[in-house]
């Protein structure tokens, strides 16, 4: 499975932008990013996804690289509901048996 | 619309014991999965089932198993249980269907503790 990495934590100030980073140099070309995030005693919750084009929800704006070998998971203004662990995911094949990493411990001062 | 149900939130058992936990999907989801997380080895998959059939499965030995039933409503069972299989089990559910990428949505879990 390709592998993913990421920084183990990051901080941001409240009401500031915040851009986690993933690598996943080895993604094949059908592989879909996901980001999923988990808040202290609750399960991950869905963030967004792509393939290849960049991708904005009403959470977050995902940007991927050119050549796929990377993205970028953006915050527009942190909120301290935003601490949390973010999982940058790579999907194979349509399958729902996610890989999770150790992930980005995000954060968030007042 | 409810969320994903995971019971029992809690639970104790002891070693060599067995432990069956439930999920329930949201309402119209098909495919049903199962992670298991622990602090040293964070979310490990363990299966997932569509319409009543394992899909796949992750690295975990046999004592792990589960199954679906046609309401799509889950168990996963664990047998002879160890101290190691203390930890959060998770189910997720999701739409799956064909080549669906959509999100995966996860229950609050159920924490077993192995004494």
């Known amino acids: 499975d390709a592998k993913t990495t990421q920084p183990n934590s990051m901080e941001s100030n409240e009401e500031e932008p915040v851009h986690l980073p993933c690598n996943h140099s080895?993604?094949?070309?059908?592989?879909?990013i996901h980001w999923y995030r988990q808040l202290p005693s609750q399960g991950p919750e869905y963030v967004i996804h792509?393939?290849?084009s960049n991708v904005n929800n009403r959470m977050a704006s995902l940007a991927i690289a050119e050549d796929r070998k990377s993205s970028t998971l953006i915050l527009h203004r942190a909120t301290l509901r935003d601490a949390a662990v973010y999982y940058c995911?790579?999907?194979?094949?349509?399958?729902?048996?996610?890989?999770f990493g150790p992930g980005t411990r995000l954060s968030v001062l007042p | 619309k409810a969320g994903v149900t995971q019971t029992p939130r809690y639970l104790i058992k002891t070693r060599g014991q067995q432990v069956t936990l439930s999920c329930s999907p949201i309402?119209?989801?098909?495919?049903v999965s199962w992670y298991q997380q622990t602090p040293g080895q964070g979310l490990q998959f363990l299966f997932e089932?569509?319409?009543?059939?394992?899909?796949n499965k992750g690295n975990f030995p046999g004592r792990f198993s589960g199954r679906q039933f046609s309401n799509s409503r889950s168990e996963m069972n664990v047998s002879t249980l160890e101290l190691g299989d203390s930890a959060l089990y998770l189910c997720?559910?999701?739409?799956?269907?064909?080549?669906?990428?959509?999100?995966?949505?996860f229950g609050e879990g159920s924490r077993l503790t192995v004494l």
């Open positions: 089932y569509f319409s009543e059939t394992q899909r």
């Open positions: 792509g393939l290849t």
């Open positions: 997720a559910s999701s739409l799956r269907q064909g080549t669906n990428t959509g999100e995966l949505f």
């Open positions: 995911i790579l999907q194979h094949n349509y399958g729902q048996n996610f890989v």
């Open positions: 080895t993604i094949s070309g059908t592989d879909y």
């Open positions: 309402s119209g989801h098909r495919s």
